[in-house]
Structure formats: C-alpha cells, structure tokens
C-alpha cells in the first residue's frame, strides 16, 4: 500500500478528521438529557393544549389540487423523466458521477424528494410514474373494466409486506450491492421495478400501487410530518408532525416497514465506522472494497432490523399497541434520514446539474451547466464542517423531542392522565434516549467506504 | 467533464423497445468530430470508496490534460476519448472494470488507477488480456517485479524510491538519531522498512519503532514510547485521525519537540491552516510537487496549475477552499504525456498483439523525460526494466501555514538497486 487515506475522504466522511477534534461525548450526553428533559416537559403539558396545537389547521381553497387529469399528466411527465434516465443509465456516460441516472435516484430523488415530502406533503401519489399510464391503458377497450373489477384481488393478507420486502431488498442494493451506482446496473434495476410495478398494478388495480408499492408506503410515512397534506379542492396547512396523532394504528406489514427505514439508514452509518469494520477484522484505511463485505453486511442489516425490532416491541409491550407507537418512531426515521444524507445531497446535486445538461454524453449543453464547477470544500473546510455537523446534531435531536411529544400525545389518545401516561412511556423514553445517543455517535465517530 | 461514446447498450433486455424508438441522432460521437478516429484510452477511476476524493482530483487532471492535447491535434492526429469506469475502489470491482474497459468497450489501453490494493488486484487481468495498464499509484509493487509486463508507473514515483531519497537529507540536516511512528499496515511498513534499510546503512540510528493500530483516534499513549534522545521523529500517520494526532503530540512534546519530519500524504486534501495543525509550524515534509506556488514557479508550472485549475495555495479555482491532492494527481497528466510519446513512436494504431508490443518495447526504451509543460512536476528518469520512473523529491518546511520548498533532491538521490526486470518476460 502506498498511496494513504486522505483526511478528507468520501462524501460521507464529512471531514470525521475535524469532528473528532470536537468533545463529541458531550454532544452525545447533551442531546439524550435534552430528549429526557424534554419527555419530563411533556408530562405537565395539558392535554388541552395538546388537543388544540393538533386542531390548528388553516385550508386554502385550490380548485385544481388533487384533480385526477392534473395527476395523471404529472405521472406521465414522471414516467417521460424516468425513461429518459433509463436510456441514459444505458447510453450515456460509464461515469456515476457524470451519468444522471446515478446521480437522479441516488440524490435527487431517494434524497431530495423525501426532503420535499417533508416539506410539502404526498408528491409521490402524483410523481409516480405509473398510476398515469395505468389510468390511460385502463381508459383503452381490451382492459377498460379492470380499473373498477382488476383480475385479481388484492389480499388482506398481504398488508404491505410486499413494500417491507421491496424495502429490504432496496436497502441491500443501496448499501451492500458491489456497484449500486453503475450506470447499466442501476438502468436495469429501475426498469426492473418499474415494470413490476406496472404488471403488479394491472393485475390488482390501484390498491397495489398504494400498499405494495414500496416508496408510495415510504414517501407516504414522511408526508406523515410535513405541514402540508393536499386534498381534492384545498391544501391544508397544519402543525408539522402532529397528524400523526390522528392516524389510525398501523398493522404489522406499517410497523415492519416504519422499524426497516430506521434500521436501514442507521445500519447505512454504522457499517462506515471503524468500531464495525475493526469488529469485522478490516483495516478502514485500506477498505476492501464492498464485494468483501457482501456477507457480513448483509447478516449486519438483517440483525440490525431484528435487533430494533425486538427492542421495539420490548419497549411497547406496557403500552398494549405496537401499531400506535410505532407512528411515534416516524419524526426518528425521518430526521435520521435528514441528517445522514445532507453532505451527500449536497455534492450530487451539483454534479447532477452538470450530468441533466448532457444526460446521454452528447456533447449537449442543454441547461448551461455541463461544465458547472463542482463546490465540495464544505466537507473539508472546518468552519462549513463544523455548520454542517451542527445542522445534523439539531436534526437529530430535533426528531427525538419530537417523537417524545407524538409518543406522549399517541398515550393521552388512550386515555390515561398525563402522569400515567409517563409511566407507560418509560421504557420506549429509554430507547428514544438510546437512538438519539446512537444517532449522534453515528455522526460523530470515524468512517469509511 | 468525462464523457463516453454510445455503448452496446442492447445488450441490456429492458433497453431494446427504447433502442427501437431512438432517432438516427444517436450516431457516435467519434463519427461527429472528425474524421480521425479517436484513440480510446479507458480510465479506471475511484469514483466511490475511500477513493473518492484523490478520484475528483486524479478526474480533473486528467480531463484538463487531455483537453491540452486534444487543442494540439491529439496523439498522431487523433483526438483523445476518455472512457471512464468507477471500480468503487473495490479490488474485486477494479480487475472487472479492467475487462470491461478492455472487452466490452474495446479501449487501446487503461491508465490511472490509484490505489495500491486495486492496483495489485487489477493488475494480473491487464497482463491475462494483454492490455497495457498504466497506473498512478505511487506503490513498489511495480518496481518490485510483484505485477507483469503490460504494467507501467511512468508518471510518478514509488515510496522506496522517495524514501530513499529523504534519508540522507533527514540524517544531514535533523540529526541521525530518528524513531518512527507509522499506521500498523503495509503503507506504514513500507516506510519502516524502506527508511530503516537506508538510514541505517548511512550511519543513522533507528531508536524506536512505534507502530499504531489503524482503528486508534487517540494517541496520547504512544508518545511515551518516543525515546528522549530521540532527535527526529518521523510520522506518516494517515486518516481521519491526524488532526488528532498532530494536536496530541503537540500536547505531548510541546517547545521541547524533537525535529518532525512526515510524508505529505497526511495532510494531501487538507489545509494547513486548519484547526489542530498549529504544532506544525517549523516541521518538515517531504513533497513530490510543492503545493504552495511563489515567485520561484516556474512558467510552465504555472501554465500546468492554470490548465487544472489550482490556485497559488493549492486550491481549487472555483472553490479556494477545496486543497487539491497536489502531490499526486499530476502522476495522471504526465502519464497521458507519456502515452502520447509512446503511441507516437511505436506507431500504435490498434488494439491487438503487434501494436502492444511496439507500444510496451517502445515504452520500455524510454529513458528520460524532460521538464517542461509535459512533465511540470520536473525532469525523469525511467528505467524500462523496472517499468518505474524516477524524479527530483522535494522537502518543504511549514512556515506561516504554508509548505516551502527548502531542498530539491537530484534524482539519482532516489534511485535504488533494481531487483526485477520485466523485458525478459514473455509479451
């Protein structure tokens, strides 16, 4: 080995180097005695007031919102984007960092779009790209009846088990695949699911576009927090976060789902930092690579979502219903997500600017950007570091406040007293104490790969 | 940018109604700019993995070299064409993109991988499939006799060969009574080795060897192990963990510092000026290209920081606080100057077993290079039975923050015996 381990290594490094110049166990104790004190707050805050942030709601009348000729062309514009990406993953350049295929599903969608269901409510249902052509073949004579009778029924049953298993294997193929981020493999792998999809909602109609569907599920779970939710003629504008309090319990394929997204973004930090390659036996500043780690990372992921899933159920079991408290770990899932993400999202995007002016390696200039210089010194430059790791602390610790109030307002639906409800409440305040000092550990110690 | 002509994409099942609907604009680039078509030269490039960002750099060279050339009618009057291919920094994945690049994209040969593992790896594919494979790695393996025939190091320097360059300097000029702290794996061991032979072999005294385990951030409890008459201590720590340990061996030593001499792979990408860095200040480090320019660059230096777009700190142009990998990334513009030469004087037209043999003899009977726009870095010598090329070292001394030049090694100061000679393989 000659050539060394750069400080400022990978996107996802963000500059550890200057992080760990940072009393960072202080961070750690700072926000699980923030998330404590903030759970002992909730226990004297009146259920009134509770019931009265959850009724502030404010609709604004837009007569074209949620209309279904709007949906549909927005859903064929989608599938237009995505065909194109497609070509483009088998086209265009070879490089990742210069195709927008890559770039386009990696960052500005799996990234980007969840940051904007936060924001602005359930984009996917209209953004997908199959629920537009599906309204415009079901329109044609041969299949015309299979939108109101589809040939087959959905099953009970099958909940949305197919969504976890699609997210399982999603996550295995962001994190575990040798080269998620090749151009041809990732072309193969959308045009794969996409047309899954397709045949799956032909088959079963509209319901599997919605329960089966992984990221209809995922992009619908994030919305949960966003202070926007659309409607068929208004927007309704409400406090962030607190719809989840009317939301009915989850089944069992909702938890699943919720506890995979949580452990498949922790276990994206946890298998970069050197406590789990030291525990694997690999030398982090000579990575072998992914294809090495193929095995153990994928039992790693596995035993993760166990691991959280029992702790889960350990720390409902006084509470009577996994299903309700499980909409509690939704802000913890979404601002881990947030955090995580944010360098990355903030270098792709440029380089996806540059890869949409020429995305088929034409030599085109289609939006003035291809040659646009590519800013990635905040992951190196300490003061932008150090704002960067700032911002993630605050997501973090921001998410866990805010579980602790949908946790406490999720018991008081029970109808138990305050205090009461605290009790209950103990043993899952210890594992949203856990997760906030696991989160910003994850964040703090050294990475690579 | 990198860019890449059509590819045969029909292969690919879920591709083949698409294809059937594309319009005849998809005629292939190569077509489109002329009539001479282009020689394919296939980049395996870090993209992803702890690679990444030596890839960025190693990206942007190479890009702006090949625009230089590509302006000066090419090589033999045809235009360059990049194909790059990331191999996640995965060794696995790097000896595939080697077949890729060599089988499905039918490139002339494969330049400017960088890590020493991928390269290891790769390399036994590029010598099964007879592809020249030139790479930017800075590693002995290849002066070693450890890869094959195909294999070149023409644009930048092994650490023997830099190591054994320091040496004499560091026993002249800082005493000779050195120890060494160095990361517990074959990068550190290969200085542990390489410096001790030489250092002891010129009347140095080796008083300590301090290896550290890869995984430490805390290095408070190696100091200790540091010998009080110790007069150089020579570090080539790496990874997330310098900042730390530079900070921590200033707690440790504090004024009463023994002289420091370290490798500027440490600190490659990172300012000097940043936070826990200040225990520098006054320490020595060896350099392959001087990172800060001054009033002593000289033009074409200067025309080569212009053509990549780095600044007079080092730095990116378009983002000043972005440092370049500066003493390694112009591995890859010189090594696309040496495959210009070697293409145009073997006569290379094609992929196929005559003209990789008068490519590979015509390389192996290079040298020298001289100095000048083609080779910034400085003059070399290249030894073809080694496969390696030699150049001038430099050891700067951080002043103000900054790295300043104080020795320039002569070039035969780095050279060692060889111990391989690849002509008498078979090609």
């Known amino acids: 080995m000659a050539v060394a381990w750069p400080l400022a290594a990978g996107a996802h490094a963000t500059g550890s180097g200057f992080i760990l110049l940072l009393p960072t166990h202080l961070y750690v104790a700072g926000g699980a005695i923030t998330v404590a004190v903030s759970f002992a707050l909730m226990t004297r805050v009146s259920p009134r007031l509770i019931a009265g942030a959850q009724s502030l709601r404010l609709s604004v009348p837009v007569p074209v919102a949620g209309h279904r000729h709007l949906g549909t062309a927005t859903s064929l514009v989608s599938l237009a984007v995505a065909v194109a990406l497609v070509v483009a993953g088998f086209v265009g350049s070879r490089d990742p960092l210069a195709n927008p295929l890559p770039l386009f599903v990696w960052s500005v969608w799996w990234i980007g779009l969840s940051y904007l269901h936060a924001g602005f409510g359930d984009l996917w249902t209209h953004l997908n790209p199959w629920s537009g052509l599906y309204r415009v073949l079901t329109s044609l004579a041969p299949v015309q009846d299979w939108r109101g009778s589809p040939p087959l029924s959905y099953p009970r049953w099958a909940g949305r088990w197919p969504a976890v298993a699609g997210l399982l294997l999603f996550a295995w193929f962001e994190l575990i695949h040798p080269a998620p981020s090749d151009p041809a493999v990732l072309a193969k792998a959308v045009a794969g699911y996409w047309l899954a999809h397709m045949v799956g909602a032909l088959l079963f109609g509209p319901r599997w576009l919605r329960r089966a569907e992984t990221f209809a599920v995922f992009f619908g779970i994030i919305s949960w927090i966003a202070p926007v939710a659309w409607h068929r003629r208004a927007i309704e504008l409400r406090m962030p976060a607190l719809r989840l309090l009317g939301l009915e319990p989850r089944e069992a394929s909702g938890v699943a789902f919720v506890l995979l997204v949580l452990a498949a973004v922790s276990f994206d930090g946890l298998s970069r930092t050197f406590a789990w390659l030291g525990l694997l036996g690999v030398n982090p500043l000579i990575h072998p690579g992914r294809t090495a780690l193929m095995a153990p990372n994928s039992l790693g992921l596995v035993a993760l979502f166990t691991l959280l899933t029992l702790a889960y159920l350990v720390a409902v079991r006084r509470t009577g219903s996994p299903g309700l408290f499980v909409l509690s770990l939704v802000p913890i899932a979404c601002g881990y997500h947030f955090a995580h993400y944010l360098p990355v999202l903030l270098v792709d995007v440029q380089y996806a600017l540059r890869a949409a002016s020429d995305p088929f390696s034409r030599g085109w200039d289609l939006l003035g950007t291809r040659d646009l210089p590519v800013v990635t010194s905040f992951l190196s430059d300490p003061s932008r570091v150090y704002a960067i790791w700032h911002t993630q602390v605050t997501l973090i610790v921001a998410a866990h406040v805010t579980s602790v109030v949908i946790a406490h307002g999720l018991a008081l639906r029970q109808g138990v007293s305050a205090i009461l409800t605290g009790r209950g409440q103990l043993s899952l305040l210890v594992l949203m104490i856990g997760y906030t000092m696991l989160g910003l550990w994850l964040l703090s110690t050294p990475t690579a790969g | 940018m990198m860019r890449s002509s059509r590819r045969n994409f029909l292969k690919g099942a879920g591709a083949v109604p698409v294809a059937a609907a594309l319009p005849a604009l998809w005629t292939p680039r190569a077509a489109a700019q002329g009539s001479a078509a282009p020689l394919?030269?296939?980049?395996?490039?870090?993209?992803?993995?702890?690679?990444?960002?030596?890839?960025?750099?190693?990206?942007?060279?190479?890009?702006?070299?090949?625009?230089?050339?590509?302006?000066?009618?090419?090589?033999?009057?045809?235009?360059?064409?990049?194909?790059?291919?990331?191999?996640?920094?995965?060794?696995?994945?790097?000896?595939?993109?080697?077949?890729?690049?060599?089988?499905?994209?039918?490139?002339?040969?494969?330049?400017?991988?960088?890590?020493?593992?991928?390269?290891?790896?790769?390399?036994?594919?590029?010598?099964?499939?007879?592809?020249?494979?030139?790479?930017?790695?800075?590693?002995?393996?290849?002066?070693?006799?450890?890869?094959?025939?195909?294999?070149?190091?023409?644009?930048?320097?092994?650490?023997?060969?830099?190591?054994?360059?320091?040496?004499?300097?560091?026993?002249?000029?800082?005493?000779?009574?050195?120890?060494?702290?160095?990361?517990?794996?074959?990068?550190?061991?290969?200085?542990?080795?390489?410096?001790?032979?030489?250092?002891?072999?010129?009347?140095?005294?080796?008083?300590?060897?301090?290896?550290?385990?890869?995984?430490?951030?805390?290095?408070?409890?190696?100091?200790?192990?540091?010998?009080?008459?110790?007069?150089?201590?020579?570090?080539?720590?790496?990874?997330?963990?310098?900042?730390?340990?530079?900070?921590?061996?200033?707690?440790?030593?504090?004024?009463?510092?023994?002289?420091?001499?370290?490798?500027?792979?440490?600190?490659?990408?990172?300012?000097?000026?940043?936070?826990?860095?200040?225990?520098?200040?006054?320490?020595?480090?060896?350099?392959?290209?001087?990172?800060?320019?001054?009033?002593?660059?000289?033009?074409?230096?200067?025309?080569?920081?212009?053509?990549?777009?780095?600044?007079?700190?080092?730095?990116?142009?378009?983002?000043?606080?972005?440092?370049?990998?500066?003493?390694?990334?112009?591995?890859?513009?010189?090594?696309?100057?040496?495959?210009?030469?070697?293409?145009?004087?073997?006569?290379?037209?094609?992929?196929?077993?005559?003209?990789?043999?008068?490519?590979?003899?015509?390389?192996?009977g290079f040298s020298s290079f001289p100095e000048g726009l083609e080779h910034p870095q400085g003059a070399k010598r290249f030894v073809g039975r080694l496969h390696q090329v030699f150049a001038h070292q430099v050891i700067s001394r951080v002043e103000k923050r900054r790295l300043n030049p104080v020795h320039r090694t002569a070039i035969e100061d780095s050279m060692y015996a060889p111990e391989a000679d690849y002509t008498k393989q078979p090609l």
């Open chain 2, 40 to 364: 394919r030269l296939g980049f395996q490039v870090h993209r992803t993995g702890i690679g990444a960002v030596y890839g960025r750099w190693y990206e942007r060279t190479t890009t702006a070299a090949v625009k230089l050339i590509n302006e000066k009618g090419g090589i033999a009057g045809r235009p360059i064409e990049i194909v790059a291919e990331d191999d996640g920094t995965d060794p696995k994945r790097g000896a595939e993109v080697v077949e890729k690049l060599a089988v499905q994209h039918k490139v002339d040969l494969i330049f400017g991988t960088l890590f020493s593992h991928v390269v290891i790896a790769s390399a036994p594919r590029a010598g099964e499939l007879r592809i020249p494979y030139l790479v930017v790695s800075e590693g002995y393996h290849v002066a070693s006799g450890r890869l094959n025939r195909y294999v070149f190091q023409p644009g930048i320097t092994d650490v023997r060969a830099q190591v054994t360059a320091m040496a004499p300097w560091i026993l002249k000029n800082l005493g000779k009574n050195v120890t060494l702290i160095f990361p517990d794996y074959a990068f550190g061991h290969d200085h542990r080795d390489f410096f001790s032979r030489v250092a002891t072999a010129q009347g140095g005294t080796i008083k300590a060897l301090v290896p550290i385990p890869p995984t430490e951030t805390s290095f408070t409890k190696y100091f200790p192990r540091v010998p009080a008459d110790t007069e150089v201590l020579y570090h080539v720590m790496v990874g997330p963990g310098v900042l730390t340990f530079v900070k921590e061996m200033g707690e440790h030593f504090g004024p009463r510092r023994p002289q420091i001499f370290g490798f500027v792979d440490s600190l490659e990408g990172v300012d000097l000026g940043a936070p826990g860095l200040d225990f520098l200040e006054g320490t020595y480090f060896w350099e392959a290209f001087p990172r800060y320019a001054g009033p002593a660059t000289p033009p074409h230096v200067r025309a080569y920081r212009e053509r990549v777009g780095v600044n007079d700190n080092g730095a990116s142009v378009n983002d000043p606080k972005d440092i370049s990998t500066f003493s390694h990334m112009f591995g890859c513009w010189e090594t696309l100057f040496v495959i210009k030469r070697a293409v145009e004087q073997s006569g290379y037209k094609k992929p196929g077993p005559a003209d990789y043999r008068a490519f590979v003899e015509t390389l192996e």
